[in-house]
């Protein structure tokens, strides 16, 4: 939420920070603005797509120097305006902010700043931290000490980047939840709040520890915690290819993150399995810990949590432990039952979400036991869990996630095979079985890929349905949850997802003549009731496109569509049949004109509760 990049170096820093945005446009896209310090600070920011602030830069010119910072917003306080647009000035124009996350004692502060003189021009909670910083530089000290003395001040989830004319060579970088890393280049020196943004540039980054202040210099970085001792964190060499992070000649990052998807599978299972065991490694904790345990829980947001619930069945039905899914932000808000002989697995994409970074640290307060499941090295989730497990699915830009949710079931699977392996409630000739069915994932998947003329056909058809419901049972049930998500983010259209079962009980009186319902049919052992459930609503008027497994010929006749997918047991039956679902959302949006990479409201990495 909110992307931050900086550089200081030999070079023009105009063009590598808003590549750098380019590159972190996903992460907001309300506004964008840069500061470049030029012997003054050159600052241009407009509202809108970085389209807009490119247009202004080549209107107004470019500020020139080799020193400069970027921010692209996902507006949380005040409209999205060119006012309200980072980066934001103290009253002399001499310090320059840009911010990621929440201050939440902004109007308190705010209100003492006016009070003592200072004048606030935005609606935002960010310039307040300008301010401030102009305040604690008045008594004379490095920029690194005015910014802690300010930090100090502040309540929230929040990283900061700022400068100041006084210390023109450097930038000063904090984190307080909120992600920022550190890029280590050939006698230059970035930060940014996601990796991508460095790519161009480096592949060695430092991921900032919590409460971490970072001096950044053409020579490097220093680091320091908030009071000032020095730290000394090591750096991460990042393995993702940098063409990975772009388009590569297709149309959306959408698109090509679908297609990407058995190659993202393979990368998750490679080396996970030798001969017919399982090894996991990464996931640091003993053996003994996991036998001890005696409830599973996972907890998630969106998509992440869609996969968790499709995990469930999986852990439940081969472990024999309680599984209870749950989505991050009620998680921390209850009371949930939590201690040592719990496990909880914390899954998301980018590792800094903050209501399941949350519900892990509060899991963790408790004594759970908390395995991440994410796709990011050195996110804050990766470095605060017990354990972790990657998800090698490379750079997700489109803000939909797709191949990430793949992956992110593909992991569970491990997870839960694992924990069926070292408590013994399978035999390792049936987790070899499971893992050879794991294997063949990739080459399935492809073949749902292939069904796109088919499902372009689909969206010509439907594109301008209002509603459109999602059905399913068992597994089928989160893969129609995550179909009407994808349709419903990425084109507008009003989707739900449904247990099928659950129709009768109220939402069947949403079906009238045409609406579409789209059927998760494949064959299993509810796949009599499903049949039921078509007929139902085909009963109502609605149309039904029923994803089918090859083959079959019965649900043909109550369909008015159906597109088969092959034959996959049905604890992973969802990795295959969201294909057609993820296929039909991209094209209902395209067709409807619908920027499929970077929806309306939404931001890929969600850093404010
Ligand atoms: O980074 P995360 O996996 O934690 O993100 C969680 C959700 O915000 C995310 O899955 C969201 O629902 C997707 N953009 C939907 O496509």
């Known amino acids: 939420m909110c992307g931050i990049v900086g550089y200081v170096g030999p070079d023009e820093a105009l063009p590598i920070v808003l590549e750098g945005l380019r590159r972190l446009e996903y992460r ?33 010119g470019n500020p020139t120097g080799s020193v400069g910072m970027g921010h692209t917003r996902w507006a949380t306080h005040g409209a999205p305006t060119d006012r309200n647009a980072h980066p934001h000035l103290d009253c002399g124009g001499h310090v320059a902010v840009i911010h990621n996350g929440i201050i939440e004692n902004h109007q308190s502060l705010r209100v003492r700043l006016e009070k003592e003189g200072h004048s606030l021009v935005s609606e935002t909670d960010t310039e307040c931290v300008a301010h401030l910083v102009e305040e604690k530089l008045r008594d004379g000290g490095p920029l690194a000490d005015a910014v802690r003395a300010a930090v100090r001040e502040l309540e929230g989830a929040f990283s900061l980047v700022v400068c100041s004319l006084d210390e023109p060579d450097a930038l ?5 939840s909120s992600p920022l890393i550190v890029g280590l280049g050939d006698g230059e020196t970035l930060l940014a709040s996601d990796i991508p943004a460095v790519l161009h540039r480096t592949t060695t980054v430092v991921p900032l520890d919590e409460g971490m202040l970072v001096e950044v210099r053409a020579a490097g970085a220093t680091f320091t915690d908030l009071d000032g001792m020095p730290l000394d964190p090591a750096p991460i ?41 399982l090894v996991l490694d990464e996931l640091r904790g003993s053996d003994d810990a996991l036998r001890e345990v005696t409830k599973v829980f996972v907890v998630a947001c969106g998509t992440a949590f869609h996969s968790g ?40 994409q980018s590792g800094e979400t903050i209501d399941t970074l949350e519900a892990a640290r509060h899991a963790r307060r ?148 045409g609406v579409p319902v789209v059927a998760v049919a494949t064959r299993c052992h509810v796949y009599p009731k499903m049949l039921s459930n078509i007929q139902e609503v085909r009963a109502r008027g609605a149309r039904v496109i029923a994803v089918a497994t090859e083959g079959d010929t019965e649900v043909g006749a109550l369909a008015d569509h159906v597109l088969h997918v092959p034959a996959t047991p049905e604890l992973m039956s969802p990795v295959v049949v969201t294909v057609p679902m993820q296929l039909l959302a991209y094209h209902v949006a395209t067709m409807r ?17």
């Open 28 to 60: 907001g896209y309300d506004s964008a603005g840069v500061a470049v310090l030029d012997g003054g600070l050159g600052v241009v920011k407009r509202a809108g797509k970085l389209g807009e602030l490119e247009a202004a830069l080549d209107e107004e």
């Open 172 to 176: 000063v970088g904090v984190k307080v």
């Open 237 to 277: 060499t990042v393995d993702w290819d940098v063409a990975r992070a772009q388009k590569g000649g297709y149309e959306t990052f959408m698109r090509k993150e679908i297609d990407e998807q058995p190659a993202a599978i393979r990368d998750t299972l490679v080396g996970r399995m030798v001969g017919e065991r």
């Open 309 to 348: 619930l499709v995990a469930k069945y999986a852990i439940e039905h081969w472990t024999r432990l309680p599984v209870e899914a749950e989505i991050a932000s009620e998680f921390r808000y209850r009371d949930p039952v939590l201690g040592p002989d719990t496990l909880t697995l914390a899954v998301s």
């Open 366 to 513: 408790q004594g759970s036991q908390v395995i991440a499941v994410t796709n990011t090295v050195g996110s804050s989730l990766a470095r605060e869990a017990d354990g972790v497990l990657y998800t090698h699915a490379g750079p997700e830009i489109g803000v939909a996630a797709t191949k990430t949710f793949a992956t992110q079931m593909v992991s569970q699977y491990l997870v839960a095979l694992y924990l069926a392996q070292v408590r013994g409630t399978k035999f390792p000739e049936e987790i070899a079985e499971v893992l050879t069915e794991l294997d063949q994932l990739p080459a399935k998947v492809e073949r749902a890929i292939a069904l796109d003329d088919q499902v372009r056909a689909l969206a010509e058809r439907y594109r301008d349905a209002r509603d459109v419901l999602f059905i399913g049972r068992h597994t089928g049930y989160p893969a129609a949850l995550e179909g009407a998500l994808k349709l419903k983010e990425l084109s507008y259209v009003h989707a739900e997802g449904h247990p099928a079962g659950e129709l009768k009980h109220g939402p069947i009186a949403l079906i009238e003549d």
């Open 593 to 609: 004109g619908c920027d499929v990479d970077q929806p309306r409201n939404l931001a890929k990495s969600v850093t404010v509760e």
